[in-house]
């Protein structure tokens, strides 16, 4: 079994910053793409920011410049570093995690998620 769990979120002042961490542990032999996401009430989740294995990165607009994703792959771990953050950035933060996994018929990668991480920005 496989659990990911994401760590940083809370309340803090427009133009601001926090830095998420998504830490994934369990049976794993090694970790595809990692992720993060968004979702505001009331809309759908949307994607934040990825990284590959390689460390190739993916943005929203809506980020870009503010926000840096980055892993490391001893710890199974990502991070979403967060700057200059707005009203607009409030949402629920929940990270996934590609893994790769020993089953009964051979190594298979799985999608898991986490929970979710509370960001808030006041205005």
């Known amino acids: 079994q496989v659990q990911v769990v994401e760590s940083g979120g809370g309340l803090v002042q427009a133009g601001g910053s926090l830095r998420l961490s998504c830490a994934a542990s369990?049976?794993?032999?090694?970790?595809?793409?990692m992720g993060w996401y968004r979702q505001a009430p009331g809309r759908q989740r949307e994607l934040v920011a990825s990284i590959t294995s390689g460390d190739s990165t993916n943005y929203a607009d809506s980020v870009k410049g503010r926000f840096t994703i980055s892993r490391d792959n001893a710890k199974n771990t990502a991070y979403l570093q967060m700057i200059s953050l707005k009203p607009e950035d409030t949402a629920t933060y929940y990270c996934?995690?590609?893994?790769?996994?020993?089953?009964?018929?051979?190594?298979?990668?799985?999608?898991?998620w986490g929970q979710g991480t509370q960001v808030t920005v006041s205005s």
């Open positions: 369990g049976s794993i032999i090694s970790i595809n793409a």
């Open positions: 996934n995690a590609d893994v790769r996994m020993g089953t009964a018929v051979g190594v298979a990668t799985f999608r898991y």
